[in-house]
């Protein structure tokens, strides 16, 4: 239960960024990419550790491997988005500047 929130948590907010419009029509799939590859292998990675799955021990061979290929895509997905978020906020024009903080001799 510990893990599903947090992937529920992501899965909702890449979404979110998928259906709107402030990001640009060609990187909004990027978060969701992103939750793919953390997801994805800790899922298979589960599915082989079920008991009786795979009599043969080949498929636990395969467990340090998938582990080290968990690890990469995490990487990946993190510096992928990092990267997306930097081209993204170069190739956008200047936005209007919003005041925070004004200066004003009126009082409220």
């Not at 009599?55 to 290929?69: I, Q």
């Amino acid at each position: 239960m510990s893990e599903l929130i947090p992937v529920a948590a992501a899965l909702i907010a890449a979404v979110d960024v998928f259906r709107g419009e402030r990001v640009p029509r060609g990187f909004r799939a990027m978060p969701l990419v992103a939750v793919g590859l953390c997801v994805v292998p800790p899922v298979i990675f589960q599915v082989l550790l079920v008991p009786g799955a795979f009599s043969s021990g080949v498929a636990l061979g395969l467990l340090p491997t998938l582990s080290e290929l968990a690890t990469l895509c995490r990487l990946v997905a993190l510096v992928g988005l990092g990267v997306m978020a930097i081209v993204v906020a170069q190739r956008s024009p200047g936005g209007v500047a919003v005041p925070v903080y004004s200066s004003s001799d009126e009082a409220p």
